[in-house]
Nanobody, 123 residues
Framework: QVQLVESGGGFVQAGGSLRLSCAASGRTFSSAAMGWFRQAPGKEREFVAAISWSGSNTYYADSVKGRFTISRDNAKNTVYLQMNSLKPEDTAVYYC????????????????WGQGTQVTVSS
């Protein structure tokens, strides 16, 4: 079973950048599609970005397209989310999770959720 630990969150001013990491333990990481999701207070968890097991396919929510980049290093069992040009509306707890098969945007299809990392963007 894959266990995931997110890190890299913090407090940043609008326009700034952060890079989130999601470290995985377990043998199935390299064969799993990985996704990043976020949840702001009072809101449902929403899809941010996903990457296929090989890294050849990626998909982004419209709200982050062109600003965020998802990548992975299967040798390090880690997936990353580079976040540039951050906006106050990006403030949320960010989670990573994995799934077998192709990437999707549905949180219910992912498993192995980490504890999340807080990202706060001030205006």
């Amino acid at each position: 079973q894959v266990q995931l630990v997110e890190s890299g969150g913090g407090f940043v001013q609008a326009g700034g950048s952060l890079r989130l990491s999601c470290a995985a333990s377990g043998r199935t990481f390299s064969s799993a599609a990985m996704g990043w999701f976020r949840q702001a207070p009072g809101k449902e968890r929403e899809f941010v970005a996903a990457i296929s097991w090989s890294g050849s396919n990626t998909y982004y929510a419209d709200s982050v397209k062109g600003r965020f980049t998802i990548s992975r290093d299967n040798a390090k069992n880690t997936v990353y989310l580079q976040m540039n040009s951050l906006k106050p509306e990006d403030t949320a707890v960010y989670y990573c999770a994995g799934k077998g098969g192709p990437i999707t945007t549905l949180a219910r299809e992912y498993a192995g959720w980490g504890q999340g990392t807080q990202v706060t963007v001030s205006s």
